[in-house]
């Protein structure tokens, strides 16, 4: 129960006696003169201490002195690309902590950074900033955060002085990756444990009850009431573990597979391609960049664009100059790399460099083939999935197949076995990463001799190209029509056939007895919305591919184009 002294509430606290005066302490003594005064009504009237001699002979946390706070100390944020930015002058539990974690910052007593002569060993890092430019940004938000709390923060960035010992890195990752899978496998087993032992003092409990039901009027009523509200609770609690321990233990799984996924062949050739495709960035950036900027002044009497940008670059320490190409009052000027600007592009070539020997070193030590162009023609087949897909065309970075939508799940899949079960038969392109294997067309042939066998129909006719013309014909399919647009002497055309039955023309191709006419119409107003019919094109029974209705249009369009 609370007390009140002179309108000051409390709560009951042991006495505890200094000198020859027993005073009483409350739990949160937060306001230190608040308690002398209360200290002084617990004396007696005209007699006690005076206000001095009580703050003589009151315990420390309760002695009125005005003093002038402790000079926090100083911090360093230092950032370099081969330890990333970490804090020094920190330990745990000095304050910082409130500021830093706002700014995505962590500490760890275990950094892997050697410790400093003059600045000490340090607590807080930003995680991913290693062998990479200092995110300024967020070192100078948290900086300024810092200095408002009082205390004495210097920036030191270096981003010219590359990274080595990039093997380390990557076998330090390897490590945390493992340490984690035992962690995450601890918790998810402490979590399952706990689940099972709720769940058998649940059944304990229930068994115990022995099927008996609420008996509404009973005295126990209440109490079997609370008793099954109870063990529902603990069930919840009970699945809520089981479903965190299935969440550690998949993340275990993942971080044990961390390597594997992470050398695995067609992503280590892809993050070659990356840092490759990144040297190329960082060499056009060497060689510095044009812009077009506006020569005369947009007000009276102030700098033109053009004269603002070259006096803030000059100021900057980067080159530029005019290239004395000049068009609609626009002069292009070409801006340089200045010299910091040259050091830190230096230093992450030198890192993009190490790490593309350290992956095509383990590219090569797997044994593994590298797939190229040069290794393919149009008719073989490539490896995809488990399947063995026909080689349409042969580019420099991929390769053309059918596309396994529109086909049906054999082992092997021909264009030409395709095209007979689909009337549109569709490709897609496959990046060289992605390949598992090569077989040659005779090699094919021989391993599936059933995929060339002729089909008991017999050989399809060949499919017809699309005819050229010097008009120009745009559009094609839609979900029921097919629908081209063209131009002639100035008057534009729409032209419509409705299609067969979507299970008949988007089946095999088989021909096509009754095909309606192609409807040409021509169009007036804002996006053709008023349309007047001019001719209707007889499409000859038979056909089996829409190619052949295009060249139905061609011919009409090209009869009736202006000489």
């Known amino acids: 129960m609370p007390w009140t002294i002179s309108g000051v509430t409390e709560r009951r606290r042991p006495f505890r006696a200094f000198g020859d005066v027993v005073h009483l302490i409350p739990l949160n003594a937060r306001d230190d003169q608040r308690f002398v005064h209360l200290l002084h009504r617990l004396l007696p009237r005209g007699g006690g201490w005076t206000g001095r001699q009580a703050n003589e002979r009151s315990p420390p946390h309760m002695t009125d002195t005005t003093t002038t706070p402790a000079r926090k100390p100083q911090m360093w944020i230092v950032h370099t690309r081969q330890h990333g930015t970490i804090i020094y002058g920190t330990r745990r539990g000095d304050g910082t902590g409130a500021v830093l974690s706002k700014h995505r910052f962590r500490g760890s007593e275990h950094l892997e950074v050697p410790v400093d ?227 830190v592009l230096a230093a992450e070539m030198v890192e993009a460099l190490e790490e593309i020997a350290y992956w095509e070193d383990l590219i090569a030590a797997s044994g593994r083939k590298v797939w190229q162009a040069v290794d393919f023609t149009a008719g073989d087949f490539v490896q995809l999935g488990g399947r063995w897909l026909e080689v349409v065309k042969v580019s420099k970075r991929t390769l053309t197949v059918p596309d396994q939508l529109t086909g049906h799940r054999a082992e092997i899949q021909t264009m030409a076995d395709l095209t007979r079960r689909v009337r549109h038969p569709h490709t897609t392109t496959i990046p060289y990463d992605t390949v598992g294997g090569k077989l040659t067309a005779d090699g094919a042939r021989e391993r599936y001799p059933a995929a060339y066998e002729p089909p008991p129909e017999g050989e399809l006719p060949k499919r017809p190209g699309l005819k050229r013309g010097k008009v120009h014909i745009s559009g094609g399919g839609g979900a029921r029509h097919e629908m081209w647009f063209f131009t002639l002497d100035g008057q534009d055309y729409r032209a419509v056939w409705p299609e067969p039955g979507h299970t008949i023309w988007y089946g095999p191709p088989t021909p096509i007895a009754d095909p309606a006419p192609i409807k040409v119409f021509k169009t007036f107003g804002l996006g053709g919305r008023s349309a007047e019919l001019v001719a209707e094109l007889e499409v000859p029974a038979g056909i089996r591919w829409r190619e052949q209705v295009f060249n139905v249009l061609r011919g009409w369009v090209e009869a009736n184009k202006p000489s």
């Open 117 to 343: 002569e003059e600045l000490g060993e340090p607590y807080w890092y930003l995680p991913h900033s290693q062998r990479s430019r200092a995110d300024r940004h967020t070192i100078n938000r948290a900086a300024g955060d810092l200095r408002d709390a009082g205390w004495t923060v210097e920036i030191r960035i270096d981003e010219t002085t590359p990274a080595v010992g990039f093997w380390e890195l990557e076998a330090r990752k390897y490590q945390y990756a493992e340490y984690r899978a035992e962690r995450l496998q601890r918790q998810a087993g402490a979590a399952t444990a706990t689940a099972e032992s709720i769940r058998a003092a649940n059944r304990r409990s229930y068994d115990a009850l022995n099927g008996t039901p609420m008996l509404v009027d009973h005295h126990s009523y209440n109490r079997h009431k609370r008793l099954l509200e109870r063990l529902w609770k603990r069930e919840g609690k009970a699945f809520a573990l089981i479903d965190k321990a299935g969440a550690a233990f998949g993340r275990a799984q993942a971080a044990r597979k961390f390597q594997d996924r992470r050398e695995s062949h067609g992503t280590t050739l892809r993050r070659i391609q990356g840092l490759e495709r990144q040297l190329r960035d960082i060499e056009r950036a060497l060689h510095g960049r044009t812009e077009w900027l506006g020569q005369e002044p947009l007000v009276e009497g102030q700098l033109s664009e053009l004269q603002a940008r070259i006096a803030k670059l000059t100021g900057l320490g980067i080159p530029v100059k005019q290239t004395g190409r000049v068009s609609r009052g626009c002069a292009e000027v070409w801006v340089g790399v200045s010299e910091h600007g040259q050091q």
